[in-house]
């Protein structure tokens, strides 16, 4: 049987004799079935026509990234902290190329993904690599398509994964939407991997807190401030957004107030953080 994998957003199913009916992560408003109807491609067929390549986003951190452009095009980044290796967020594909790569820069120990539309084919990759942990959010626990013994769902607000790097639950994307602090990132000055929320601007000065980034449905007062005030209490020089080169250099920290307090003045929202 053949596992398949949504063309519009990467999540893939279970193995089975036919596509799924639905894909209900496409179907959630926060993302969209494409004009053509849903659409699904088997996991071989995803490794016959599409290859992932490595390049090095910081010290230490390692994107991955499909090419040509897969779903959603997001990057999964390969963190090497010293003590163990942490895949930040998945893309759908891995083969034998990708697991040689990586194996060269130490391997992978742990998988932690921000949210379900980066929950892609996360079974595959910790199956790679001897069934590793993958840590998510209880909350989100609904949105797994593909339930596996190796999901390690945590409850409450940070959860510690040791050698200086904590899971954070913001919020406002997902319930359980999980950012990553790594402390000892950027030579001691702190990293941290947002995925979408906050998304890196393009301009890489700025970031932005959005419900649904492709069908533009903005969140509240409350929530930037949530996240704002969640983020703030950490420290970090680099923030690392969803995509290739999506990163804010330099004083992340002072970037983050800065693009809260834009976004709040757009909304009509004046008072100070």
Known sequence: MSSYVCITCGTQYPPSPNPPARCPICEDERQ???????EWTSFEELQQKFRN?????GPGIWG?????????????????????NILWDCVSLVDAD?????????????????????????????????????YLHADDREW??????????????????????????????????????WSEAEDGAGA?????????????????????YPNWIPVNAATVRHVYNTLNQYQFSKLYGAFPGFTVEGNAMQALRLSAER???????????
């Open 64 to 84: 991955i990234v499909t090419e040509p452009k897969f779903a959603i095009g997001q990057r999964a980044l390969l963190l090497r902290t010293g003590a163990k």
């Open 32 to 38: 969209y079935v494409g004009h053509s109807g849903q």
């Open 263 to 273: 976004y709040l003045r757009a909304i009509g929202d004046h008072a100070p953080l």
């Open 192 to 212: 941290l991997f947002t995925g979408d929320m906050p998304q890196v601007c393009p301009d890489r000065r700025y970031v932005s807190f959005m419900y649904s």
């Open 98 to 134: 990708t697991v040689e790569m990586a194996r060269g820069l130490g391997g992978i120990d742990a998988i932690a993904v921000s949210h379900p539309h980066y929950y892609s084919s996360m079974i595959e990759w910790s199956r790679a690599f001897g069934n590793i942990p993958i």
């Open 144 to 181: 797994v398509q593909r339930p596996d013994p190796a999901i390690q769902f945590w409850s409450g607000e940070t959860h510690s994964l040791g050698g200086g790097l904590t899971l954070l639950r913001v919020g406002a994307h997902f319930p359980g939407y999980q950012v990553l602090h």
């Open 53 to 57: 390549s490595f390049f090095q986003e």
